[in-house]
C-alpha cells in the first residue's frame, strides 16, 4: 500500500474567503474521486486550521501501488479537481511512501 500526501500553500494576495472558497471547492472535487477512480482506497483534504503554518492543504490519500498514484495523477478527473487550485496555489510538497 502507498500513502500519497500532497501540500499546497495558497497566494498570500488570497482574502480569506478567497481561500476558503477555493480550499472547499478542491475538497469537494477531490473526496468525490473515488466514485470515478475505482483505485483510490482512501482520500481526505483537510485545511490548516493553525496560520502561525506555511501550509494551507492536506491531501492525504492510499493506493495499493505507486504505479496507481502515476496513473492517478495523468486521470483526466483528477486533473480537472487538481486545477481548482492551478491559479490560487503558490507552492506544493508530495511524498509517496509505502505502508
Same mark, same amino acid.
Given at each position: 500500500? *502507498?500513502?500519497? !500526501?500532497?501540500?499546497?500553500?495558497? #497566494?498570500?494576495?488570497?482574502?480569506? /474567503? ?6 472547499? +471547492?478542491? @475538497? #469537494? ?15 481526505? *483534504? %483537510?485545511?490548516?486550521?493553525?496560520? =502561525? /503554518?506555511?501550509? &494551507? !492543504? ?5 493506493? &495499493?501501488?505507486?504505479?496507481? *498514484?502515476?496513473?492517478?495523477? *495523468? $486521470?483526466?478527473? $483528477?486533473? @480537472?479537481? =487538481? %486545477? !481548482?487550485? #492551478? &491559479?490560487? #496555489? +503558490? ?9
Amino acid at each position: 500500500m *502507498v500513502k500519497h !500526501i500532497v501540500l499546497f500553500k495558497l #497566494k498570500e494576495t488570497l482574502s480569506q /474567503e478567497e481561500k476558503m472558497t477555493a480550499i472547499l +471547492a478542491f @475538497k #469537494k472535487a477531490i473526496e468525490a474521486l473515488p466514485t470515478c477512480i475505482s483505485f483510490i482506497r482512501k482520500v481526505f *483534504v %483537510g485545511y490548516n486550521i493553525n496560520s =502561525a /503554518e506555511k501550509w &494551507d !492543504i492536506c491531501l492525504e490519500s492510499e493506493f &495499493d501501488t505507486l504505479e496507481d *498514484v502515476k496513473a492517478y495523477a *495523468v $486521470h483526466p478527473e $483528477h486533473v @480537472k479537481a =487538481a %486545477g !481548482i487550485l #492551478k &491559479d490560487v #496555489k +503558490a507552492d506544493r510538497a508530495c511524498v509517496d511512501y509505502e505502508i
